[in-house]
């Protein structure tokens, strides 16, 4: 954490013996930069955020009202500390400073004393602010780490001598997230996938993945069919669940010699059957509540084939539902487009690609939503 004395005050006056009078009481304590006008102020800021900001309000141009306006409207300076220090000492004026988002504000001619004290008082708000912000930064990382650990990383001993080829990736919109993937081999001509999608977001939410991997694991090793698997599941997260959270959830048993696909799902988004000689279909849509939110449901699974050459491609709704600048969301109908020029490759390079085409349309905008993707493909 930076100490008070590397802190830099940015005092910003039109009149030049104020800004200097400040600069005179404070720079022995602080760091102190000067700007004599709104326009500067803010150009200042943008190539250089201070510590805090002490803003005249009675300026040309932009007033102080106005700075402090674009301050708090942009993210970057949204958390900036900023006291007014203005001839304006009604109450209407000091009204109108604090609802625009003022930290202080302190009335001309001012008590020096008052404003070192002042000053120091609020530059060590922003500093508690920010040792409490870094502390929680480093527990969400090791978070992060914790639950990125419990998803399989190598995916190869899963489909090794059954000729299924298979892929996934997960990025979460926050350092924490509720989306969730399950591979396993349950048995040496069986294999066992699940994608999911926990309501909410951030430390909830990936707790209550947590738990329900461990539970999707603990069944599908029972060599429970996908149906059976989603009632208790149901069962174990409704039986106690303080959060009131639930998850979609669909799940997958797959017999890699002939083929054979058992699907269930729990309200999530059914996979796509992506095959060299047509259109991605969604064969399997036998759907039930979403686990977690009451017990006591029942669930079917859907019964097909995986022929030589095709590929069950899972994934969360983060995937369509992902909005571009303009909020354009990418869209069931551009996925299945976009799986249609992959058909007949590998499950890496149709997960990548998806993923890709994502980032792409929203060109900057920022992720709203954790996105998954798992491709499993019978190789011919």
């Known amino acids: 954490m930076k100490p ?73 300076t949204h958390e900036l500390p900023v006291m007014f220090l203005s001839a304006l000492e009604d109450v209407a004026n000091k009204a109108k400073g604090f609802e625009l988002g003022a930290n202080d504000y302190l009335s001309k001619p001012f008590e020096l004393l008052e404003v070192k004290a002042r000053v120091r008082s609020l530059l060590r708000a922003r ?42 990736r997960l990025e979460p919109a926050q350092q924490v997230g509720g989306d969730l993937y399950v591979t396993l081999r349950t048995a040496p001509d069986e294999v066992f996938v699940a994608v999911g999608d ?16 461990t539970i999707v694991r603990t069944l599908a090793r029972q060599g429970l069919a996908p ?17 009131d959270l639930f998850v979609t959830l669909v799940c997958a048993r797959i017999t890699p010699s002939s083929g054979r696909v058992e699907v269930a799902s729990a309200g999530h988004p059914a996979p796509l059957l992506v095959g060299p000689d047509a259109a991605p279909s ?27 050459g095709e590929m069950l491609f899972f994934y969360s709704d983060g995937i369509p539902e992902a909005g571009s600048a303009t ?18 490759q590998g499950a890496r390079v149709a997960v990548d690609a998806v993923i890709d085409a994502v980032h792409a349309h929203a060109a900057g905008a920022s992720q709203s939503d954790d996105i998954t993707v798992l491709a499993l493909r019978r190789q011919p």
Do not use: C
Request: proline share 4%.
């Open 198 to 213: 926990v309501s909410g977001k951030g430390i909830p939410a990936s707790l209550f993945m947590a738990v329900t991997v």
């Open 282 to 308: 969604q064969p399997f849509t036998t759907s039930g509540l979403v686990a977690g939110f009451r017990g006591g449901e029942t669930y079917e699974s859907d019964v097909g084939t995986l022929a030589l």
């Open 127 to 168: 500093a508690w602010t920010e040792a409490v912000r870094e502390a929680m930064e480093r527990e969400l990382a090791i978070a992060r780490s914790i639950q990125m650990g419990i998803l399989p990383r190598d995916l190869a001993p899963v489909t090794r001598e059954t000729g299924l080829d298979v892929a996934a």
């Open 4 to 76: 008070l004395s590397d802190r830099r005050v940015l005092v910003v006056d039109d009149l030049k013996a104020n800004v200097q009078l400040l600069a005179k009481v404070l720079e022995s304590e602080y760091e102190v930069s000067a700007a004599y006008d709104g326009e500067s102020a803010l150009r200042s800021i943008a190539e250089s955020p201070p510590d805090l900001v002490l803003l005249d309000i009675m300026m040309p141009g932009l007033d102080g009202y106005e700075v402090l306006r674009r301050l708090r409207a942009d993210p970057k």
């Open 227 to 243: 149906h059976e698997v989603l009632a208790r599941v149901n069962e174990e997260l409704a039986e106690q669940n303080a959060g």
């Open 327 to 344: 909020g354009e969301a990418f869209g069931q109908e551009r996925l299945a487009d976009l799986l249609k020029t992959r058909a007949g």
